[in-house]
């Protein structure tokens, strides 16, 4: 069993930047990768970045490449999303997963947080 707690979301200024965090608690897998997912009201959630929990290997959303950047600190548990030029499209509850493999399907990922919701004004 594996706890995911997200944190670092908020409200920002279109063009403006924000940190999320995911630390990672009870058992834990050597093979487990990380994603984070984003869920706007009425739409489905959708596949934002992954990472290899132990590997370097990073895969990301078309509409995020170049803004957004996943990185992991295993002495921490924990894996971050770096969000930069943030735009009013980016406005959703942001959720991280955890499974075997850095994929980007939802049902790739056996663990997940509570999400952490954030607001970009134009």
């Known amino acids: 069993q594996v706890q995911l707690v997200e944190s670092g979301g908020g409200l920002v200024q279109a063009g403006g930047s924000l940190r999320l965090s995911c630390a990672a608690s009870g058992r834990t897998f050597s093979s487990y990768a990380m994603g984070w997912f984003r869920q706007a009201p009425g739409k489905e959630r959708e596949f934002v970045a992954a990472i290899t929990w132990r590997g370097s290997t990073t895969r990301y959303a078309d509409s995020v490449k170049g803004r957004f950047t996943i990185s992991r600190d295993n002495a921490k548990n924990t894996v971050y999303l770096q969000m930069n030029s943030l735009k009013p499209e980016d406005t959703a509850a942001y959720y991280c997963?955890?499974?075997?493999?850095?994929?980007?399907?939802?049902?790739?990922?056996?663990?997940w947080g509570q999400g952490t919701q954030v607001t970009v004004s134009s």
């Open positions: 997963a955890a499974g075997p493999a850095a994929v980007t399907g939802t049902f790739g990922y056996d663990y």
